[in-house]
């Protein structure tokens, strides 16, 4: 076939074409700005999603509570709690005797008692012998930081509850009977008073100085569960502290007729 014969030129052609074509093809760039923008929006969105998850606040529920300074005829006793999710993880006295053979009674004594403290989760903790007075000190300390986390535990649950749910339950009031002198001193009962029963009971004041800090520390604590327990006055007197005894049974009946039980 010769060069300059029409058909030739028209194969050239075609073939120039082609090339033309399959030359601009391959210049495109893969993805268009918008399919770019696109993938990149759906990335940050993933990340987005895995990361939300791990956001807000951290572990809930845990919080310290610091309980009332307890006298003792050594010094301050002081607890402080660390609760979560109504739970005590951990106890630790802030203040405790110190100071000559306080100091050894003290490293003794309170590492037992933070270790009872969140065993039994209350402050119904054994004495530990040779320390009594901390002891005594350390669990009056210890209710009352209890008391504090129990009340902020009914505070923070409160707005959850729809008034008419809360309405038909019976709300608890706490009730402080007649102080009541004996030859020792004066005993003086407190009540909480729930649904027309004894929730808790504990003595806001007792005999203290000498002997009477060891009477107290063993009787009140019993007293405190008998009358839970009994759900009235009518308690047994402990031994050894006849006179506390009764005292903290006339000022719980006290107690009693002003809650109206």
Do not use: F
Not at 150 to 175: F, H, I, L
């Amino acid at each position: 076939m010769k060069k300059s014969h029409p058909i030739r030129r028209v194969l050239l052609a075609s073939a120039a074409t082609v090339s033309g074509i399959v030359l601009l093809l391959s210049l495109k760039p893969a993805s268009d700005p918008a399919s770019a923008s696109a993938q990149g929006a759906g990335t940050q969105g993933a990340a987005a999603a895995q990361e939300s998850p791990q956001g807000g606040t951290a572990a809930a529920g845990t919080s310290t509570v610091t309980g009332a300074v307890a006298q003792t005829q050594y010094g301050v006793v002081q607890v402080r709690l660390t609760v979560a999710n109504g739970k005590i993880t951990k106890a630790e006295a802030v203040q405790a005797p110190k100071g000559g053979t306080s100091d050894q009674k003290t490293a003794l004594s309170v590492p037992k008692l933070n270790q009872e403290a969140v065993a039994t989760q209350s402050a119904d903790i054994t004495s530990v012998s040779g320390a009594s007075y901390t002891s005594a000190g350390y669990k009056q300390s210890l209710q009352s930081a209890i008391d504090k986390m129990k009340a902020a535990g009914a505070n923070t649950a409160a707005p959850s509850q729809s008034s008419a749910a809360a309405a038909p339950a019976a709300q608890a009031k706490t009730v402080t009977g007649d102080v009541v002198t004996t030859e020792y001193g004066p005993v003086q009962v407190r009540i909480t008073v729930a649904g027309g029963k004894i929730t808790k009971a504990d003595a806001v004041q007792a005999p203290s100085g000498g002997t009477s800090d060891q009477k107290t520390a063993l009787s009140i604590p019993k007293l405190n569960q008998e009358a839970v327990a009994a759900g009235n006055a009518n308690i047994d007197s402990v031994s050894g502290a006849s006179y506390t005894s009764g005292g903290y049974k006339k000022s719980l009946q006290s107690a009693l007729d002003k809650a109206g039980g």
